[in-house]
């Protein structure tokens, strides 16, 4: 089991920012690619973007879905061993519970990748108009 927990949602207006972040204890997150997910009411899951190991990925790689691009930057910060998602110019479109998920692969299997062993409970995210 790999105990994921995300944080950081909440309830902001149209072109807020939140930071998301992805914590596991006792499981050390730079070995594996972590994912963020999202999922909507009604609607399927959506890749939102992956970040690969830094240490063990031979191709260092950071993935987003076209419709984050440029609004979502995902980072590691090892010290703190936690993955955050940086989400800014919140759109209502962007309201889901997000999900952090891996399956412990050293490289990301694409943004578009919603099949994962492990995931963590969810963290909500509402952007009101």
């Known amino acids: 089991q790999v105990p994921l927990v995300e944080s950081g949602g909440g309830l902001v207006h149209t072109g807020g920012s939140l930071r998301l972040s992805c914590t596991a204890s006792g499981f050390t997150l730079d070995y594996y690619a972590i994912a963020w997910v999202r999922q909507a009411p009604g609607k399927e899951r959506e890749g939102v973007s992956c970040?690969?190991?830094?240490?063990?990925?031979?191709?260092?790689?950071?993935y987003y879905a076209d419709s984050v691009k440029g609004r979502f930057t995902i980072s590691r910060d090892n010290a703190k061993n936690t993955v955050y998602l940086q989400i800014n110019s919140l759109k209502p479109e962007d309201t889901a519970v997000y999900y952090c998920a891996t399956d412990t692969l050293s490289n990301c299997r694409g943004v578009t990748t919603t099949t994962y062993d492990y995931w963590g409970q969810g963290t909500q995210v509402t952007v009101s108009s």
């Open positions: 970040i690969s190991s830094s240490v063990m990925s031979s191709d260092y790689s950071i």
